[in-house]
């Protein structure tokens, strides 16, 4: 970023880009777009269909615009032994009777970690048993969970007390890819509430160890849900400026992981996921689809 639509000395020229709030001109200079929108040789990699629509309104016409998915690397991530869940648990001080809620990412407003918040928040006061993890990435970003938990405790005092505080695992270190592969694999599931995503790949790498998740419905994560593995969050697409979001129904967001909580699974289906998963995201896939796009 910014991206660069000018023409190259090469004969094709492929840019890589996503578009999390269909709406790339803040990600670009005027005289690049201008330049790009009339390069013969230009192609467009996005990630998802949701993404590919920011590329559309900026004015480039569709076959001109790929859509690849990103890849699960399954030979790392991959469901734990029962052994391994039990000893990443033990490291985090979760007990096996305790019901692990995950996520991770930047905690960014487009990420809806204070909808997660809130959630558990509610959640804790009938289940006992709940604990939340946060995983943040605050050493790029600069926000962290407990940033994130602050605001909260300004917003909502009312939910917010030392118990709830003390019940949820803040991470907030760097973490290799097989130390979060056991991450995702020692949770019970995985929520993304999020308002605007490019693609979305941390909740597709938990589905691919095993996890079941929670995402926002009508955004970019449509493209690899299935009920397999995921269970979708009602939302309603709003329109700021230039910008398009889902803002997630609350309600739905509680009434869904409290099903998890319950043990209400509906049509998930651990073998069946791992299954489509492998077929359709993992990286040999998603390098086949790539070099297609590429002609190789």
Same mark, same amino acid.
């Given at each position: *970023?910014?991206?660069?639509? =000018?023409?190259?000395?090469? +004969?094709?020229?492929?840019?890589?880009?996503?578009?999390?709030?269909?709406?790339?001109?803040?990600?670009?200079?005027?005289?690049?777009?201008?330049?790009?929108?009339?390069?013969?040789? /230009? !192609?467009?990699?996005?990630?998802? =269909?949701?993404? !590919?629509? %920011?590329?559309?309104?900026?004015?480039?016409?569709?076959?001109?615009?790929?859509?690849?998915?990103?890849?699960?690397?399954?030979? @790392?991530? !991959?469901?734990?032994?029962?052994?391994?869940?039990?000893?990443?648990?033990?490291? #985090?001080?979760?007990?096996?009777?305790?019901?692990?809620?995950?996520?991770?990412?930047? *905690?960014?407003?487009?990420?809806?970690? &204070? $909808? $997660? /918040?809130?959630?558990?928040?509610? $959640?804790?006061?009938?289940?006992?048993?709940?604990?939340?993890?946060?995983?943040?990435?605050?050493?790029?970003?600069? @926000?962290?969970?407990?940033?994130?938990?602050?605001?909260?405790?300004?917003?909502?005092?009312? #939910?917010?007390?030392?118990? #709830?505080?003390?019940? @949820?695992?803040?991470?907030?270190?760097?973490?290799?890819?097989?130390? *979060?592969?056991?991450?995702? %694999?020692?949770?019970?599931?995985?929520?993304?509430?999020?308002?605007?995503?490019?693609?979305?790949?941390?909740? $597709?790498?938990?589905?691919?160890?095993?996890?079941? @998740?929670?995402?926002? +419905?009508?955004?970019?994560?449509?493209?690899?849900?299935?009920?397999?593995?995921?269970?979708?969050?009602? %939302? !309603?697409?709003?329109?700021?400026?230039?910008?398009?979001?889902?803002?997630?129904?609350?309600?739905?967001?509680?009434?869904?992981?409290?099903? #998890?909580?319950?043990?209400?699974? %509906?049509?998930? &289906?651990?073998?069946?996921?791992?299954?489509?998963?492998? =077929? +359709?995201?993992?990286?040999?896939?998603?390098?086949? +689809?790539?070099?297609?796009?590429?002609?190789?």
């Amino acid at each position: *970023m910014p991206f660069r639509f =000018q023409k190259s000395q090469s +004969k094709r020229l492929f840019v890589f880009g996503t578009s999390e709030t269909q709406h790339i001109k803040e990600y670009v200079t005027y005289q690049s777009l201008s330049e790009g929108l009339r390069n013969p040789d /230009l !192609k467009i990699v996005t990630p998802s =269909q949701w993404s !590919k629509l %920011g590329f559309l309104n900026a004015g480039f016409r569709e076959d001109r615009i790929e859509v690849v998915p990103h890849g699960v690397d399954c030979t @790392i991530f !991959k469901p734990p032994s029962p052994e391994q869940r039990e000893q990443m648990r033990r490291k #985090l001080g979760i007990s096996e009777s305790e019901f692990v809620i995950l996520s991770v990412g930047s *905690m960014m407003a487009n990420k809806g970690m &204070d $909808l $997660l /918040l809130r959630a558990y928040a509610l $959640l804790r006061r009938n289940y006992k048993h709940v604990r939340l993890v946060l995983k943040d990435a605050s050493s790029l970003y600069r @926000i962290s969970g407990s940033d994130i938990f602050a605001a909260l405790a300004k917003s909502h005092p009312d #939910l917010v007390t030392p118990e #709830l505080q003390s019940s @949820i695992i803040f991470v907030s270190q760097n973490l290799t890819l097989p130390q *979060m592969s056991g991450l995702y %694999g020692a949770a019970d599931c995985y929520a993304s509430p999020y308002r605007a995503e490019g693609f979305n790949l941390p909740p $597709l790498e938990a589905a691919a160890c095993g996890t079941p @998740i929670v995402i926002t +419905k009508g955004g970019a994560t449509d493209d690899y849900h299935h009920p397999s593995y995921a269970m979708q969050i009602e %939302g !309603k697409k709003i329109t700021l400026g230039n910008d398009t979001i889902i803002e997630p129904e609350f309600e739905d967001l509680v009434f869904k992981l409290a099903n #998890l909580i319950e043990g209400k699974r %509906g049509g998930l &289906d651990r073998d069946l996921a791992l299954t489509l998963i492998a =077929q +359709k995201f993992s990286w040999p896939e998603v390098v086949r +689809k790539l070099t297609g796009v590429f002609g190789l």
